[in-house]
């Protein structure tokens, strides 16, 4: 993605949030600093910033540079699509002093259990995203999996969001209460 893109992405003049990941993993090991920094250069407080990875530690690295709490309108989270990416990569999210942290787990390829200490404070999720892989030659997921982990995330007071295939074949996506409508609409650049 060239800067102009950047801009025309991110300089919306109404509140918005942003996925990052949908422009590609921020953090790959392909992706170089200079143009992550151009990244992070075009982030504004308007805006939320939901960037999953998928590759933490280098996420982890990347805010460590900076010495201080990532700012509030930067939510930092990870992919984790089964147990084992699971008990990899969600340590590594915790380690990153953010306001919010978030975990996608999609595709979902096996059940997960977060664990009883991680629902302990200073642990906590503040926002959990489960979905099924789409399109041809997706692979399958069993819904007690997501069933069980919205359980727990029920007993832990963590918000838990089931991304779901409408009758259209869209995608739709249950936001936290605190968005308001409107929240993920196409921005006015004029």
């Not at 259209?168 to 249950?174: A, Y």
Request: with cysteine; proline share 8%; aromatic share 12%.
């Amino acid at each position: 993605m060239n800067e102009t893109t950047l801009k025309k992405t991110f300089g919306c003049k109404k509140p918005r949030m942003i996925a990052v990941q949908l422009m590609g993993d921020l953090f790959n090991e392909r992706v170089p600093d200079d143009y992550i920094l151009k990244v992070f250069q075009n982030m504004y407080p308007l805006h939320t910033y939901i960037i999953l990875t998928k590759h933490p530690k280098r996420m982890a690295a990347w805010f460590g540079q900076w010495n201080r709490t990532v700012p509030p309108y930067i939510w930092p989270g990870v992919s984790a699509e089964n147990q084992a990416r699971w008990d990899e990569r969600v340590p590594i999210l915790r380690s990153i002093p953010a306001a919010k942290h978030i975990v996608s787990v999609e595709p979902m390829l096996g059940p997960i259990d977060c664990g009883d200490d991680f629902w302990e404070s200073g642990n906590r999720l503040d926002w959990l995203i489960v979905g099924a892989e789409q399109g041809p030659g997706a692979r399958h997921m069993n819904p007690d999996w997501a069933t069980e982990l919205a359980n727990q995330c029920s007993a832990a007071e963590i918000p838990f969001f089931f991304k779901k295939q409408s009758r259209d074949s869209e995608i739709t996506l249950e936001l936290p209460r605190q968005f308001p409508a409107g929240y993920l609409e196409d921005c006015d650049h004029a």
